[in-house]
């Protein structure tokens, strides 16, 4: 689920978690409290199964907060109790439904030597008892929630050591808290197998750098990180309650699961591991567990429609890919004859024939998506029109496990086209269009100006049309930002389409979008402070690639510089130069022509400079740190590097 710039995101200076913008919101309209009130007319709300489910083996509930050192609060385990009763006016019913399912935390037994703490973060830590010990799928997303789960589970459970420690995907809220479950020191000195899927520490850590600025900010949108905790904001993401941003690192693994399907046992636990890269996650892998009659399907499988393309941004996955894992699933559970299926987020299911409808429904949403998306392409339909033109079958709809709370159909419909097609829709108005504000300014002049567009979008809004408003109201705000009322309006709008929002990521992006245009985008940009631990294992190479992507061509045109970057602890060279308005890199060779700088320092002062987090010690003072050559020709290569901010508008401009 989560990639490295979601965390980035709880570190950019947009406020702490929870710090409540958006408190000057309206009241759900008329039109939106009639549309949540039909909803909950055509879904059976009221069926216990779910609730008995989330509610099953409940063992002990935590209190309390989970901190950082400096007193942080990353989770309020009080903060969502508010979630309970009838839905208000203001949360789409199903959603409200949803979010009152994820709100069952605390330690629970699956089953016999399975148990799972749920609600410490946004993912959950499934526990297996073997002979000496636990063995952990999954660590959250940072050292401070794993941390505090693990302490909880020894209160109730007994002070066992951990035992094995396995990874099922490369997002880092399934291996950020990794360092507070167990030590390198431990995993070293006691022979811990460390198990991920193939591919693990390369898909953790190279498209997250690149492009990792941009995600984070685009993050803060989807999980609605500052929004207060109330009916008006804040109420579910989709997978869970919220996100931990605190203390991120990572530990690589020491056993990997290549094979399609690969028999391991772990502290006499025999598991069944099942290779499944490419749908949820670049990296991933499902498990059975034959004597213990259990499937542990990650997160291909959770209690909701998942995305293929999340509303932060990320490769596009592959929807027939994924539903031809839940026909392999379907005969898996069947193999291993499970009783129980548990999942990385969400609740479990017990039943063999209820773990295959759920498993079967999956399959067919993904396989329903696809062709009926795929179809509609070879009839000339654009994203938009398909994603208008497309419901899913009323067997489909049924299925609470199975709905947008997490993705949503309309998004997906258009990750199936881009994942075939790409972005373009073939129609060449749309191939080389003006820029946003260029053409809003043409559109304000052609509707005579922005006070008759606003006009018009509040008629639209009186109507209850706050699709078309935010429309019309978004071509203001980008061609007349000036015009304050635009920007009130606009927040309505949004608030009025998160309202009605049974995706909680598109309910939390509305919401937050309607606190910026308030209040501002944040002051501040992306600090990587935290991620230390993380980056520390990330190849050097990725942070010259992000280096390269980070070169201001126009700056660099005509600008030929050679520079030697040495670290010395590691016994790393690279030369990287400029050519073309291109940086490059390679390793350095010892007939390498000299270059014009050389910067020789250790990989921690390196790592601290490309996070942004080094200091005059590190630097100036360090006898690390060491220059050669022009040092003119080294702070004019270090200036053609821009410093991305990461809070850039983007509701405004």
């Given at each position: 689920m989560l990639l490295l710039p979601i965390l980035l995101a709880g570190l950019s200076g947009c406020g702490k978690p929870g710090s409540g913008i958006g408190g000057s919101a309206s009241e759900a309209a008329v039109s939106v409290q009639a549309l949540n009130a039909q909803l909950a007319k055509e879904l059976p709300l009221a069926d216990p199964q779910d609730f008995e489910d989330a509610r099953r083996g409940f063992i002990a509930r935590p209190e309390g907060k989970i901190t950082m050192a400096d007193g942080t609060v990353l989770v309020d385990f009080d903060a969502f109790k508010f979630v309970s009763g009838p839905a208000p006016d203001s949360v789409n019913a199903s959603l409200w439904r949803h979010a009152a399912l994820n709100a069952q935390i605390g330690l629970f037994k699956?089953?016999?030597?399975?148990?799972?703490?749920?609600?410490?973060?946004?993912?959950?830590?499934?526990?297996?008892?073997?002979?000496?010990?636990?063995?952990?799928?999954?660590?959250?997303?940072?050292?401070?929630?794993?941390?505090?789960a693990m302490a909880f589970a020894r209160q109730q459970l007994g002070n066992k050591p951990v035992s094995?420690?396995?990874?099922?995907?490369?997002?880092?809220?399934?291996?950020?808290?990794a360092l507070g479950i167990v030590t390198p020191e431990e995993v070293a000195a006691r022979k811990i197998p460390v198990v991920a899927p193939a591919g693990f520490m390369e898909e953790s850590t190279s498209e997250n750098v690149m492009v990792g600025t941009a995600m984070a900010r685009r993050s803060i949108y989807q999980f609605g990180r500052d929004l207060e905790r109330s009916p008006k904001g804040l109420v579910d993401t989709g997978l869970g309650k919220n996100v931990a941003y605190g203390s991120i690192g990572i530990l690589p693994p020491n056993q990997l699961i290549s094979e399609a399907t690969q028999d391991l046992t772990l502290d006499g636990v025999r598991f069944v591991f099942h290779n499944v890269p490419g749908a949820e996650a670049p990296a991933e892998l499902s498990f059975a567990l034959p004597e213990l009659k259990a499937y542990g399907g990650a997160e291909n499988l959770a209690q909701?429609?998942?995305?293929?393309?999340?509303?932060?941004?990320?490769?596009?996955?592959?929807?027939?890919?994924?539903?031809?894992?839940?026909?392999?699933?379907?005969?898996?559970?069947?193999?291993?004859?499970?009783?129980?299926?548990?999942?990385?987020?969400?609740?479990?299911?017990?039943?063999?024939?209820?773990?295959?409808?759920?498993?079967?429904?999956?399959?067919?949403?993904?396989?329903?998506?696809?062709?009926?998306?795929?179809?509609?392409?070879?009839?000339?339909?654009?994203?938009?029109e398909i994603a208008e033109q497309i419901q899913l079958p009323k067997s489909l709809q049924q299925h609470?496990?199975?709905?947008?709370?997490?993705?949503?159909?309309?998004?997906?419909?258009?990750?199936?086209?881009?994942?075939?097609?790409?972005?373009?829709?073939?129609?060449?108005?749309?191939?080389?269009?003006?820029?946003?504000?260029?053409?809003?300014?043409?559109?304000?002049?052609?509707?005579?100006?922005?006070?008759?567009?606003?006009?018009?979008?509040?008629?639209?809004?009186?109507?209850?049309?706050?699709?078309?408003?935010?429309?019309?109201?978004n071509?203001?705000?980008?061609?007349?930002?000036?015009?304050?009322?635009?920007?009130?309006?606009?927040?309505?709008?949004?608030?009025?389409?998160?309202?009605?929002?049974?995706?909680?990521?598109?309910?939390?992006?509305?919401?937050?979008?309607?606190?910026?245009?308030?209040?501002?985008p944040p002051a501040q940009g992306v600090s990587r402070a935290a991620l230390i631990d993380m980056l520390a294992q990330t190849p050097t190479e990725r942070f010259l690639e992000a280096m390269a992507a980070g070169l201001n061509g126009p700056k660099a045109e005509g600008v030929d510089l050679k520079v030697k970057l040495v670290l010395s602890d590691v016994g790393e060279s690279y030369l990287l130069w400029t050519e073309n308005a291109v940086l490059h890199h390679r390793a350095a060779k010892p007939a390498d022509p000299e270059a014009d700088a050389t910067l020789t320092l250790t990989k921690p002062i390196f790592i601290k400079m490309m996070a942004g987090t080094a200091g005059v010690k590190d630097t100036l003072l360090s006898d690390d740190l060491k220059t050669g050559g022009s040092r003119i020709a080294l702070v004019r290569f270090f200036g053609l590097i821009d410093k991305a901010p990461g809070n850039f508008a983007i509701v405004t401009r």
């Open positions: 699956v089953s016999e030597g399975i148990y799972q703490l749920r609600g410490f973060d946004i993912a959950n830590i499934t526990l297996i008892e073997g002979k000496s010990g636990w063995i952990v799928v999954d660590a959250l997303t940072s050292r401070e929630s794993a941390a505090a094995a420690l396995v990874f099922t995907h490369s997002h880092a809220d399934h291996f950020g808290g909701t429609m998942h995305n293929l393309l999340p509303v932060r941004g990320a490769k596009v996955r592959d929807a027939l890919r994924w539903s031809q894992y839940m026909q392999q699933a379907l005969e898996q559970v069947q193999a291993a004859g499970a009783e129980v299926y548990f999942g990385q987020h969400n609740w479990p299911i017990w039943g063999q024939a209820r773990i295959g409808r759920f498993i079967t429904t999956h399959r067919d949403v993904y396989k329903y998506t696809h062709d009926q998306t795929v179809r509609l392409i070879n009839a000339g339909l654009t994203p938009r609470f496990g199975a709905r947008g709370y997490y993705g949503d159909l309309r998004h997906n419909v258009k990750a199936v086209y881009q994942h075939y097609l790409g972005a373009y829709d073939g129609n060449p108005a749309n191939l080389n269009p003006l820029p946003p504000a260029e053409s809003a300014k043409r559109y304000l002049a052609l509707m005579g100006g922005a006070d008759k567009a606003v006009a018009a979008a509040q008629q639209a809004f009186d109507q209850g049309e706050y699709r078309w408003a935010a429309e019309l109201l071509q203001v705000v980008f061609g007349a930002p000036e015009h304050a009322g635009a920007k009130q309006l606009l927040a309505r709008s949004y608030e009025q389409l998160g309202y009605a929002a049974e995706a909680a990521t598109w309910r939390n992006s509305y919401l937050t979008a309607a606190a910026e245009l308030r209040q501002g």
